[in-house]
C-alpha cells in the first residue's frame, strides 16, 4: 500500500520561508494534499494539487509536485505566528471510488519569534 | 452547515469497559471515515464507508474494535473492552464523491 513520509518538526523564524517535504510510494496516487490541523482541533484542508500538475500556489502557499521522485513540497511564504500548528501530507486517489487518504505522520511547524 | 460533529470530545474510561464513539457527518455526504492520532503513529485510517457499506476496514486493529454506519447521518466506532493503548485522538471525517475529506473536532480517548 501506499506510504506517506515526511520530517517530525521544522522550525523556522517569523517572517522567513517554511519548506515542508514529503515523500510518497504510490505513483498512481492522484491526488495529493496538505492539511493543518491547529492545537485541539480537527484537521482542515490547505491546498492540493493533482498528479498532472508540478506547481499550484495559491497566495502564500506554493506546492511543487515531483513526480518522478515521488516527491511533494509545501512552501509557506513570509511565515507568521498563526502559521504554527502540524501539517499533514496525504496522498490517495489511486483506486476506484470513495478511497481513503493515506497521511504522512505530520510536520510541527514551530515559529521562533 | 455545522459541520462533522463528533460526541463525545473528551471520554475517560477505564481498562475493560466499552466505549462508543459517534459521529454526524454532513448532510449529503456519501462517504465516511474513521481515523486515529497517536504520537507514535500519527494519522492511521481505521475505517471508511461508502453509502453506508463499510468498503475497506484492513486499518481496524483487532477485533475490539468494531464500525457501523445504520444510515447516512450516523456512524459509531465501538471499543470492546477497552485498553490503555487504545488511549488516541479519533477523528471522523466526510465527503461528497472524490471532494476534499472535512474533518471534525476529534474524540480524545483515555483508558486509565
Known amino acids: 500500500g501506499e506510504d506517506v513520509e515526511q520530517s517530525l518538526f521544522l522550525s523556522v523564524r517569523e517572517g522567513d520561508s517554511s519548506v515542508i517535504n514529503c515523500t510518497y510510494t504510490?505513483?498512481?496516487?492522484?491526488?495529493l494534499y496538505w492539511y493543518k490541523q491547529e492545537p485541539g482541533a480537527g484537521l482542515q484542508l490547505l491546498t492540493y494539487?493533482?498528479?498532472?500538475?508540478d506547481m499550484k500556489q495559491d497566495q502564500r502557499l506554493t506546492v511543487l509536485l515531483n513526480k518522478k521522485d515521488k516527491h511533494l513540497s509545501l512552501r509557506i511564504a513570509d511565515t507568521q505566528t498563526g502559521d504554527s500548528a502540524i501539517y499533514f501530507c496525504?496522498?490517495?486517489?489511486?483506486?476506484?471510488?470513495?478511497?481513503?487518504?493515506?497521511f504522512g505522520k505530520g510536520t510541527h511547524l514551530i515559529i521562533q519569534p | 452547515d455545522a459541520g462533522v460533529i463528533q460526541s463525545p470530545r473528551h471520554e475517560v474510561t477505564e481498562m475493560g469497559q466499552e466505549v462508543t464513539l459517534r459521529c454526524k457527518p454532513i448532510?449529503?455526504?456519501?462517504?465516511l471515515f474513521w481515523y486515529r492520532q497517536t504520537m507514535m503513529r500519527g494519522l492511521e485510517l481505521l475505517i471508511y464507508?461508502?453509502?453506508?457499506?463499510?468498503?475497506?476496514d484492513s486499518g481496524m486493529p483487532e477485533d475490539r474494535f468494531s464500525a457501523k454506519m445504520p444510515n447516512a447521518s450516523f456512524s459509531t466506532l465501538k471499543i470492546q473492552p477497552s485498553e490503555p493503548r487504545d488511549s488516541a485522538v479519533y477523528f471522523c471525517?466526510?465527503?461528497?464523491?472524490?471532494?476534499?475529506?472535512?474533518f471534525g473536532p476529534g474524540t480524545r480517548l483515555t483508558v486509565l
Open positions: 471525517a466526510s465527503r461528497l464523491g472524490r471532494e476534499e475529506q472535512f
Open positions: 496525504a496522498a490517495g486517489g489511486s483506486g476506484g471510488g470513495a478511497d481513503g487518504l493515506t
Open positions: 448532510s449529503g455526504h456519501n462517504s
Open positions: 464507508f461508502n453509502n453506508n457499506v463499510p468498503i475497506d
Open positions: 494539487i493533482f498528479s498532472n500538475m
Open positions: 504510490d505513483s498512481s496516487s492522484t491526488y
